[in-house]
């Protein structure tokens, strides 16, 4: 049996897998023939407890050997202490060598151009949530050109054509995903606002994940599945549809991410690692005392 481990040395694993509504709904990579179990760690960080990581090995086509943590992240959406949750998670990432996170979550429609069960690489954001960047890195720049890794977006976008062709639905490799807070959903007018600022779907996830992976130096890239429509852009949403297509398609995200993981090539060969200026030693210094 794998063992469970609170506060133990952190295992070594290039890629992270952050699961999020498909994942929650039935589609674990722990399920997957491909993947082995090696072990669970809730390490301590400077942040406080990291949320459970499970150490997986997942076994490539060609026979190699991958080892990622897997982190169910959707459940630690509306947790009260999400800031430091989130920060000791990323904390622990980059001690354990993650250079590659591939993630998956549901997201609402803002406009009449994406349905329901419609697959989406997002390709740009615009974050309306709390910051949490300099934390773990005090002083460094994070510059957000590209802000999903390329190499990701593509083995993701090409897995997602063959869920699109199977189920009979639509991919997408560009749209600008709206990050929020929550816990509630937004209303028509503010909806209608941030289609004019250039959305095309919302949701709780993705933020701050996407630039305190950056933060780390690591590539991040998401793949989401269109659960709804938001307020407003239909007379009205069906909250049993959503629920519907949760239970009968977002199930299918996991082993969506998992092949994308999979299909990476074992070298980076983007340029998200050098998107992360820090500080020279002696600014970091000051940083660090003020």
């Given amino acids: 049996?794998?063992?469970?481990?609170?506060?133990?040395?952190?295992?070594?694993?290039?890629?992270a897998l952050l699961g999020g509504s498909g994942t929650d709904a039935g589609g674990s990579p722990t399920a997957d023939p491909r993947v082995r179990r090696l072990g669970r760690v809730t390490p301590d960080t400077p942040f406080g407890q990291s949320p459970e990581m499970e150490h997986l090995l997942l076994t490539t086509e060609s026979g190699e050997e991958r080892p990622f943590l897997f982190i169910r992240l959707h459940a630690l959406l509306q947790l009260r202490d999400r800031r430091q949750t989130v920060l000791s998670l990323f904390w622990a990432l980059e001690?354990?060598?993650?250079?590659?996170?591939?993630?998956?979550?549901?997201?609402?429609?803002?406009?009449?151009?994406f349905h329901p069960r419609d697959l989406v690489v997002p390709h740009d954001f615009i974050d309306l949530t709390a910051q949490?960047?300099?934390?773990?890195?005090?002083?460094?720049?994070?510059?957000?050109?590209?802000p999903f890794c390329p190499d990701i977006r593509e083995v993701l976008f090409h897995r997602a054509r063959r869920f699109a062709a199977e189920k009979a639905t639509r991919v997408f490799n560009r749209a600008?995903?709206?990050?929020v807070e929550g816990p509630r959903y937004e209303t028509a007018a503010e909806v209608a606002a941030l289609a004019r600022l250039g959305g095309d779907v919302?949701?709780?996830?993705?933020?701050?994940?996407?630039?305190?992976?950056r933060e780390i130096g690591a590539c991040y890239a998401v793949v989401q599945m269109v659960l709804n429509y938001a307020e407003g852009v239909r007379p009205e949403w069906d909250f049993e549809l959503l629920r519907a297509i949760v239970r009968e398609g977002a199930e299918e995200l996991g082993p969506v991410a998992l092949d994308a993981l999979e299909a990476l090539p074992s070298e980076r060969g983007c340029r998200c690692g050098s998107y992360r200026q820090l500080p020279h030693p002696a600014e970091a210094a000051v940083t660090d005392t003020a």
Avoid: K
């Fill in 95 to 113: 001690r354990a060598g993650v250079e590659r996170i591939v993630a998956e979550s549901g997201a609402g429609s803002i406009t009449q151009h």
């Fill in 1 to 15: 049996m794998p063992r469970r481990a609170a506060g133990a040395a952190l295992p070594r694993a290039g890629h």
């Fill in 132 to 146: 949490m960047g300099g934390h773990l890195s005090p002083g460094a720049v994070l510059v957000m050109r590209e």
């Fill in 176 to 179: 600008v995903f709206v990050a």
């Fill in 202 to 213: 919302i949701g709780q996830a993705l933020a701050p994940e996407v630039y305190l992976a």
